[in-house]
């Protein structure tokens, strides 16, 4: 079973940028590039919402349309980590963020579907204010 370890959350103001880590301890076994990972957000009161992920080796990323050309997932297997860049960050992307890899070495389709995602870190909180 794998742990995941975010980081990189913080109280910034609007307009600001923000990187968030995701570290992944080894997965069954099994090297971690052979699993997609993916970041999800919940901001309080609201449902958990898909944010981004990326296949194995990061070549092929999928992200919701709220976010995309702000945000930008990346991963480099040497050392087990995810990262997701964040722009032009704005109140509405208050939320804990949350980062999950899949549950099976699954053909990468670009969904958003939690359902495929088997473990979950515990998350790192972004608040952004003025």
């Known amino acids: 079973q794998a742990q995941l370890v975010e980081s990189g959350g913080g109280l910034v103001q609007p307009g600001d940028s923000l990187r968030l880590s995701c570290v992944a301890s080894?997965?069954?076994?099994?090297?971690?590039?052979?699993?997609?990972m993916g970041w999800f957000r919940q901001a309080q009161g609201k449902e958990r919402e898909f944010v981004a992920e990326?296949?194995?080796?990061?070549?092929?990323?999928y992200y919701a349309a709220s976010v995309k050309g702000r945000f930008t997932i990346s991963r480099d297997n040497r050392k087990n980590t995810m990262y997701l860049q964040i722009k032009t960050l704005s109140p509405g992307d208050t939320a804990m963020y949350y980062c999950g890899i899949f549950r099976a070495t699954v053909f990468f389709q670009g969904s958003g579907d939690e359902e495929d995602y088997g473990t979950w870190g515990q998350g790192t909180q972004v608040t952004v204010s003025s």
């Open positions: 080894v997965y069954s076994g099994r090297a971690l590039s052979m699993y997609s």
């Open positions: 990326l296949n194995g080796n990061g070549d092929s990323t």
